[in-house]
């Protein structure tokens, strides 16, 4: 089911273009997420990149609200007294009342307001609140889940600020609110039972059941419309977490989504079909490196291949200026994020190098996130022995380079037998000694917690991929985020992808995908599908997505087994290129990253008719860009789900509507 994307106002509401101009001066933006100033998931990057260009649109009417986190605000955040007296009103308002709110600036590009509430400090209000809850909308939340009830808990106080801000605005106030995902849903639906002065608007980025059914391994896209959801969302026990998003979707003014994969998901397991997409976007400054990139690559991969040598000490029998870097990363979602797919393609792949004798050698990371208890000895060990063999070579050198030295001083020719001597050979010798090893390389490079039922490592004992001299592909499991204070490979996630030649994320659920996305601005081809927002994004805009470096997998359209062999062609023919075609290819690639710049992604991100130099003169902001709505009941899905339903009037309404305004404004110019 397509849809349509557009920067036309006339195909999206029915409203004319407009002629006049407005500005916004009194217009105020609260964008509403719980990853504000706190990292949890990908929202925080949607959020802190898109921040700069918010800002500098909205300027002092744009804030960020979010949960306050102490170990976060600590390094994040500089408070400071609010800047609209509203604003500085109703904070105080409520803090008198028995909250904590807090006002600062983020510490990002942009420096965004942010106004942070101590959900725990409100804990006292959660039974009253539930109850409030169940009584308008017929919602119950357990006491057991922690998220949930914090969610509760976000939900009424932003709910609570927005209508206090109201509430001391002098003049009647024009308020938008966007919100993210699921946490913060609750807070939009209050406003509009509490039938505040608020424009809403909501994002998902994810629907929750679909990440759960796709967690269950079932066909998903292919029986999207077959799905019992209050059945499906009972049985994985997320069922009132189901309704707060459902009930955020169904009476927000605006609903968008990420992608036009996900905004068909979204349309039958929410039951409403997305006003826009909104493809997310990079600050593609923060990693543009113009010429630079190629060599910030070479830098890159020798720290890469620097960690190898210590990792493969005693099995290093292939060449690494031949050796290939291949790697997936994100969360640790075995099957969503396609771990299953690539590790099956990487046995076939290994088939393929060794039956065409092929000289190449992949190594293969996998960077998510998993549950050990430290770092793994052989693996730590493996460093230490390269630390060794690089000082005891560092000190040959020395001595050979002295004694090299001295005899060209005296104008004579070195005597090459009596430039190393006994010990020298005698610490070569001990030094090689050292690099013997009995065991395999390993593969994980900690100490899993639940080895034996770990779903990568179960699968790499299936296919028998263990690092022995006879593979060509090699496998390197780092169940941890990266960083440059890590002992064994310190390296930010950044730099280790700028040394990488190829991005592997063959997801079966990805609704929109930030790390091929991050490949591309970085010049690193990487492959996606066409389940992912990303991948859709590219087959949209660009003709030959392959010929840039963007391998896009079919995973809607053929099976498991058929798909696993187009991933396993698109590696076996990456191992093919030369190492000049490589170079061209990177330059291809990076060429995209503008694709992918808010500067440009931002015109589809903001609502189209939200825009300034959309608005006319003298004209409500409610009434014009968000119509009003008359909001009904709909009949109980379930006998635990009541949702309010916003039915806009009709297009041919609004269009005589928003004409007869302009009219009359015209009118009194021409009187003036």
């Known amino acids: 089911m397509p849809l349509a994307r557009s920067l036309s106002i006339t195909s999206l509401s029915g409203l004319e273009e407009w002629d006049e101009e407005f500005d916004l001066e009194d217009a105020v933006l609260f964008e509403i997420a719980w990853e504000v100033a706190n990292k949890v998931g990908g929202i925080y990057t949607v959020i802190q990149t898109k921040a700069r260009l918010t800002a500098e649109e909205w300027g002092e009417n744009y804030f960020l609200v979010g949960p306050y986190v102490e170990s976060n605000v600590r390094t994040q955040v500089e408070l400071i007294e609010p800047t609209n007296p509203a604003l500085k009103r109703a904070i105080d308002k409520m803090n008198s009342s028995g909250c904590k709110v807090y006002f600062g600036r983020w510490l ?5 307001y942010v106004v942070l509430i101590d959900v725990a400090f409100t804990a006292w209000n959660l039974d009253k609140w539930k ?25 009424f106080l932003t709910a609570w600020l927005l209508g206090e ?20 849903g609750l807070g939009l639906a209050l406003c509009r039972q509490r039938q505040l002065p608020v424009a809403t608007i909501f994002t998902t980025h994810a629907t929750l059941l679909g990440r759960y059914l796709c967690a269950g391994s079932v066909d998903f896209y292919n029986n999207l419309a077959d799905f019992n959801v209050d059945k499906e ?8 977490r189901y309704c707060l998003e459902r009930t955020a979707a169904r009476c927000a003014h605006v609903f968008t989504t990420v992608s036009q994969i996900t905004a068909v998901e979204a349309e ?21 490196a113009m010429h630079e990139f190629q060599n910030l690559h070479a830098q890159s991969k020798n720290r890469i291949q620097e960690f190898i040598r210590g990792h493969f000490y005693g099995h290093l029998d292939f060449n690494l200026d031949k050796c290939l870097f291949l790697f997936i990363a994100g969360r640790y979602e075995f099957s969503n994020k396609g771990a299953d797919i690539f590790l099956e393609a990487l046995a076939r792949l290994n088939y393929l190098l060794r039956v065409n004798h092929s000289d190449v050698t992949v190594v293969a990371f996998f960077i998510m996130p998993a549950r050990t208890n430290n770092f793994n000895v052989e693996t730590l060990k493996g460093q230490a022995v390269r630390k060794q063999l690089w000082d ?38 001990r030094a090689i000694f050292a690099t013997q090893r009995q065991c395999q390389p390993p593969i994980c490079t900690h100490n899993m917690l639940e080895d034996s039922n770990d779903p990568i490592l179960t699968c790499i004992r299936r296919i028998g991929l263990f690092n022995s001299s006879a ?19 310190p390296m930010d996630y950044e730099e280790f992808v700028r040394g990488c030649h190829l991005g592997v994320f063959p997801s079966y659920y990805e609704p929109w995908g930030y790390t091929p996305a991050e490949c591309t601005v970085m010049g690193i081809p990487s492959i996606s599908t066409n389940l992912s927002g990303f991948g859709c994004f590219m087959e949209e805009h660009i003709a030959d997505p392959s010929a840039y470096g963007i391998y896009i997998l079919d995973r809607r359209y053929r099976g498991v087994d058929e798909s696993c062999n187009q991933l396993t062609s698109y590696l076996f023919q990456f191992c093919q290129q030369s190492r000049r075609a490589r170079i061209i290819q990177r330059n ?11 500067s440009i992604t931002y015109q589809l991100v903001t609502w189209p008719w939200l825009k300034p130099s959309r608005i006319p003169t003298s004209t409500n902001l409610m009434t014009l860009r968000l119509p009003k709505v008359s909001v009904t009941l709909d009949r109980p899905l379930c006998p635990h789900l009541r949702l309010c339903r916003a039915t806009p009037p009709p297009a041919k309404a609004r269009r005589k509507k928003t004409m007869t305004a302009m009219t009359k404004m015209q009118r009194q110019r021409k009187t003036a």
């Open 108 to 112: 990002i590009e942009g420096s965004p």
């Open 131 to 155: 109850k409030e809850l169940w009584d308008n909308f017929s919602i119950g939340v357990p006491w057991f889940d922690r998220e949930a009830n914090d969610a509760v808990l976000f939900g």
């Open 165 to 184: 801000y109201a509430a001391q605005c002098e003049e009647p106030p024009h308020i938008l609110a966007h919100f993210h995902e699921w946490l913060a």
């Open 233 to 240: 969302a009972g049985d994985r026990q997320i069922y009132h």
């Open 268 to 288: 039958h397991l929410l039951k409403r079909k997305p006003d826009i997409i909104t493809p997310n976007g990079l600050n593609v400054k923060k990693f543009s």
């Open 392 to 429: 005891t070579a560092h000190t040959v050198k020395e001595r050979f380079g002295k004694k090299l030295y001295e005899s060209l001083l005296v104008g004579q020719l070195p005597d090459v037998s009596k430039m190393l001597d006994k010990d020298d050979f005698t610490m070569m010798k």
């Open 471 to 489: 593979d060509r592909v090699k496998v390197i499991f780092h169940p941890e985020f990266l960083s440059s204070t890590s002992p064994l490979l």
């Open 588 to 598: 291809r690639t990076e060429r995209l990253s503008d694709l992918l710049d808010w």
